[in-house]
């Protein structure tokens, strides 16, 4: 069964901080997709960065990065000199070919917190 | 373009009432998706509609709760005889059907609160 979690359910770092979000998956599959969201307060979730798995290069945009490692089966997100603006819920998911579609099943979530 | 368009955004109703919360997905999105946020919780498959075919159910919570999905576009979730453990924040989300590994698009969602 695919599962994600997302070990981290609050995070409270000070501006221009580095944090960084873990996100660990279980899948059976070999071909699956991994997902960001990022869900600010009000309420509507962002899609951030998509990688298959087949496709394990770190990916970097602005202050934002990602590291795919299929040995550890982790996909965390770190963001560089964190703003208030970061502040909200983010989530990692997972989409298994098998699944309906492209139905997601998403982690718990990590609320993370930049205080000025 | 328009993004994935919910309503109503807020919902209060009285438990044992049948309400009706509406999605209007993304032009040309052929997939469609209701998931529920409640308090504290992560989110949860509800059903998934992909074109003309029958949906997947899969993650109806219980016979109380349905989907249709008319013309291939708009999406009505019902549920019947509310419970208060049904109160959550319901999303709507679409995308491509192909390719796979599309990303979903979420609406703003409907916050029902059952009293």
């Known amino acids: 069964a695919q599962k994600v979690t997302q070990a981290q359910t609050e995070i409270s770092v000070v501006e221009k901080e580095d944090v960084t979000l873990d996100c660990v998956y279980e899948t059976r599959d070999t071909t699956y997709y991994l997902f960001w969201y990022k869900q600010p307060p009000s309420g509507e979730l962002v899609f951030l960065i998509r990688r298959n798995s087949f496709d394990e290069q770190n990916e970097i945009s602005g202050r934002y990065s990602w590291n795919f490692q299929k040995s550890t089966s982790s996909f965390n997100f770190t963001i560089t000199a964190s703003q208030v603006v970061d502040s909200a819920v983010y989530f990692c998911?997972?989409?298994?070919?098998?699944?309906?579609?492209?139905?997601?099943?998403f982690g718990g979530g990590t609320r993370l917190m930049v205080k000025p | 373009g328009a993004g994935v368009s919910q309503s109503p955004s807020n919902k209060v109703t009285e438990k044992g009432k049948d309400v009706e919360l509406r999605c209007d997905p993304i032009s040309g999105h052929t997939a469609l998706y209701w998931y529920r946020q409640s308090l504290g919780q992560g989110l949860e498959f509800l059903i998934y509609?992909?074109?003309?075919?029958?949906?997947?159910k899969s993650g109806l919570p219980s016979d109380r709760f349905s989907a249709e999905r008319t013309g291939g576009s708009v999406s009505t979730l019902t549920i019947q005889r509310t419970q208060q453990e049904d109160s959550a924040v319901y999303l709507c989300a679409s995308s491509l059907g192909v390719p796979r590994g599309s990303p979903l698009h979420f609406g703003n969602g409907t916050r029902l609160t059952v009293t």
């Open positions: 509609f992909q074109g003309n075919s029958a949906p997947d």
């Open positions: 998911a997972l989409s298994e070919v098998g699944n309906a579609g492209n139905m997601l099943t």
